[in-house]
C-alpha cells in the first residue's frame, strides 16, 4: 500500500512569508495528524482530524497556523505570516482508527528553514 | 500534563555492545507505549508497541522492550547492536482513552561504530 505523501520536502522562506505543506495519507485512515519536529527535540502535536473534524488543536498557534482537511482525506497546513522559530520539519502521520489500538504512520516530512 | 522523558540523548556504542535505552512517562491511567526509530533520511517508522498482556513486548530487527506499571517505564533493549541501528529512536505514549494523541519523547540519538 503507498504510505502518507508529504509535500513539499524542502521550503526556505524569509520571515513574514507564508508557505503551506500537503499531506495526502494513506487510503482509509480515519485520522491525520500534523506534527512539528524542531531540531534535537521530539515530535510536537500540532492538530489530529478524524475524518474531516477536528479532534485536538490545542497545541496550534492559531494566530499564524492553520490546518484543513477537506473531505475527510488529504490535509494542508499553512503558516502566515511565519516566523524564524518556525524553522522545522513538519510531519503528517495517519492512523487507522483514531490511533486506537493502532500505530502511526508518518511521511518524510517537510522541512522548513525561514530566513 | 502529560510529558515522555528519554534520558539519554546520544549513545555511542561498538557493533555488539547491548543497548538499552531510558523511556520513563507520566501519566497516571492506561497507555499504550511505543518505540519508533528513524533512520537517516528516512521516516519515523514503528519499532514495536504494547498494548496489554505480556509486558515484555519484541520488535523488529530483534529489538524488545518491557513495560514496568510501578516504575512508568519502558525501556528499549537489544541484546548485541549492529552498525545499521545507527538512528533515532522515539518513545511514544498514547492515553488509552480520550483523543488517542500521541506524546513523543526527545529522542535518543544512537551511533554505532563498525
Known amino acids: 500500500e503507498a504510505g502518507v505523501a508529504q509535500s513539499p520536502r524542502y521550503k526556505i522562506i524569509e520571515k513574514r512569508q507564508s508557505v503551506a505543506f500537503w499531506c495526502n495519507p494513506i487510503?482509509?485512515?480515519?485520522?491525520l495528524y500534523w506534527y512539528q519536529q524542531i531540531l534535537g527535540q521530539g515530535p510536537k502535536l500540532l492538530i489530529q482530524?478524524?475524518?474531516?473534524?477536528?479532534?485536538?488543536d490545542s497545541q496550534l498557534p492559531k494566530d499564524r497556523f492553520s490546518a484543513e482537511r477537506l473531505k475527510g482525506v488529504d490535509s494542508t497546513l499553512k503558516i502566515q505570516p511565519a516566523k524564524l522559530e518556525d524553522s522545522a520539519v513538519y510531519l503528517c502521520?495517519?492512523?487507522?482508527?483514531?490511533?486506537?489500538?493502532?500505530?502511526?504512520?508518518f511521511g518524510e516530512g517537510s522541512r522548513l528553514t525561514v530566513l | 500534563a502529560q510529558s515522555v522523558s528519554q534520558h539519554n540523548h546520544h549513545v555511542i556504542l561498538s557493533e555488539a555492545a547491548s543497548l538499552e535505552l531510558g523511556c520513563n512517562y507520566s501519566?497516571?491511567?492506561?497507555?499504550?507505549l511505543f518505540w519508533y526509530v528513524q533512520y537517516p533520511g528516512q521516516h519515523l517508522q514503528l519499532l514495536l508497541k504494547?498494548?496489554?498482556?505480556?509486558?515484555l513486548v519484541k520488535g523488529i530487527k530483534g529489538f524488545e522492550a518491557e513495560f514496568i506499571k510501578s516504575k512508568f517505564s519502558f525501556n528499549l533493549r537489544k541484546p548485541s547492536v549492529q552498525w545499521s541501528d545507527t538512528a533515532e529512536y522515539f518513545c511514544?505514549?498514547?492515553?488509552?482513552?480520550?483523543?488517542?494523541?500521541?506524546?513523543f519523547g526527545t529522542g535518543t540519538r544512537l551511533k554505532v561504530l563498525a
Open positions: 511514544a505514549v498514547n492515553p488509552s482513552s480520550g483523543t488517542y494523541k500521541y506524546i
Open positions: 504494547y498494548f496489554s498482556g505480556d509486558p
Open positions: 502521520a495517519s492512523s487507522r482508527r483514531g490511533g486506537l489500538a493502532g500505530e502511526l504512520f
Open positions: 501519566y497516571g491511567g492506561t497507555v499504550n
Open positions: 482530524f478524524q475524518n474531516n473534524g477536528v479532534v485536538d
Open positions: 487510503s482509509g485512515h480515519a485520522t
